[in-house]
């Protein structure tokens, strides 16, 4: 079975504090992918890359930046946190053209 | 523009029905589609998907879909409903154009409530 594991289930920060959010696959795949998901607007995609050290803005990358230095990790950083990035972010990874494969999501809360 | 609707935010159905969760797209060529479902607190889990082929695929626990070209549409149905079906159900299509880095398109979600 695919795996995908998030550092974290539950987090929480404060205002200004730099955040990071990891994920890593188990199975090789050449895409990952970060989004967030709050109530009412679905699943919006920051980032994603399909290499190591590839990446490609998704539709909401203000305030995001990611890395990617080895194929089966995938970090998301807030580098300044704010109220507004409160969310429930989602980190997936896909060979290819196939299906996407999710992690069990970070709810993270800015104070 | 490339775009997934799913027009009900919600379906309420009783357990031992039938259930249809729509999702209509609009992309160029032809759709790759996928449904997802995602319980409370938890990530997205993949259900089914349509490629090529037969319009109506079959899914992880009893689920199907039938991907229907002239209309656009890719409904997610199951025979009988149960309770623990109920769930946040997402439609998502492959954004035509993106290659190899499998980008999705996802509709906003329907919650599905299966009432005993």
């Known amino acids: 079975d695919v795996k995908v594991t998030q550092s974290s289930r539950y987090l929480v920060k404060r205002t200004g504090e730099k955040v990071f959010l990891e994920c890593v696959q188990d199975?090789?795949?050449?895409?990952m992918f970060w989004y967030r998901q709050d109530p009412g607007l679905g699943l919006r995609l920051i980032y994603f890359?399909?290499?190591?050290?590839?990446?490609e803005k998704g539709d909401i990358p203000e305030g995001y930046s990611v890395s990617r230095e080895k194929k089966e990790r995938f970090s998301l950083i807030l580098e300044s946190a704010s109220t507004n990035q409160t969310s429930m972010y989602l980190c997936?990874?896909?060979?290819?053209?196939?299906?996407?494969?999710f992690g069990p999501g970070t709810r993270l809360t800015v104070t | 523009a490339q775009s997934v609707a799913q027009p009900e935010d919600q379906v309420n159905v009783a357990e031992g029905n039938p259930l249809t969760v729509k999702c209509t797209y609009s992309?160029?060529?032809?759709?790759?589609l996928f449904w997802y479902v995602q319980y409370p607190n938890r990530g997205l889990q993949f259900l089914l998907k349509?490629?090529?082929?037969?319009?109506l695929v079959k899914g992880s626990y009893g689920f199907e879909a039938e991907f229907n070209k002239s209309q656009t549409s890719f409904h997610l149905k199951k025979p009988s409903a149960l309770v623990s079906d109920s769930a946040l159900y997402f439609c998502?299509?492959?954004?035509?154009?993106?290659?190899?880095?499998?980008?999705?398109?996802f509709g906003q979600g329907t919650t599905l409530q299966v009432k005993p």
């Open positions: 349509y490629i090529t082929g037969d319009n």
């Open positions: 890359s399909y290499d190591v050290k590839m990446k």
């Open positions: 998502a299509v492959r954004e035509h154009g993106s290659g190899n880095t499998g980008k999705l398109i």
């Open positions: 992309v160029s060529g032809n759709p790759y």
């Open positions: 997936a990874s896909s060979p290819q053209i196939q299906e996407q494969y």
């Open positions: 199975m090789d795949h050449e895409n």
